[in-house]
């Protein structure tokens, strides 16, 4: 596979952890430690997953290709109610506080799933994965990190509700993934 195929992979692959990382920018206070954490997380899962996805190969084709929509919806969902919940019972506490390495990682887990079957793919491809999973993780790092100034940048706008427009996109992104558009 050309390194042009793999960059448009890498990108199409990184659009959910780019949309959760707005998300995320939107409701937090601005700080790189929280921007690097959340870019290397999602760069880091998105990287691994396709190594996973090429090892396992033929063998969990059928089970994950069929359940992996319901896995990251179901996440994405838990996760979206939550934040609605928090951003309709807010009570003023510091935003900064709302930052959970556990959260981080269950993100991580659901906008990388994809990138599982994608690894498959390669597998099938007989394509080497070194190349590819240095290209995935370093664009979604990239994305990631610049999503969360994107939401660090428009979150004024917003005010103390924000985390309902958060929660909806990530349900929005689950129902995506779920549905297959």
Known sequence: MDIISIFLIAVGLAMDAFSVSIT?????????????????????FQALMPVAGWISGIQLE??????????????????????????????????DDSF??????????????DA????????????????PIVIIGAVTFFLSFIGFYIGKGIGHLFEHKIEIFG??????????????F
């Open 24 to 44: 995320k920018g939107l409701v937090m206070k601005s700080n790189l430690k929280h921007a690097l954490i959340i870019a290397l997380f999602f760069g880091v």
């Open 62 to 95: 059928v089970f994950v290709s069929a359940a992996a929509p319901w896995i990251a919806f179901i996440l994405l969902f838990i996760i979206g109610i939550k934040m609605i919940y928090e951003g309709i019972f807010d009570d003023g506490k510091d935003k």
């Open 100 to 113: 959970s390495l556990k959260e981080i990682f269950v993100l991580a887990i659901a906008t990388s799933i």
């Open 116 to 131: 599982f079957l994608v690894g498959v793919t390669f597998a099938f491809l007989k394509t080497p994965i070194a190349e």
């Open 167 to 180: 929660g909806l996109i990530l349900i929005g992104i689950g129902l995506k993934i779920l549905l297959g």
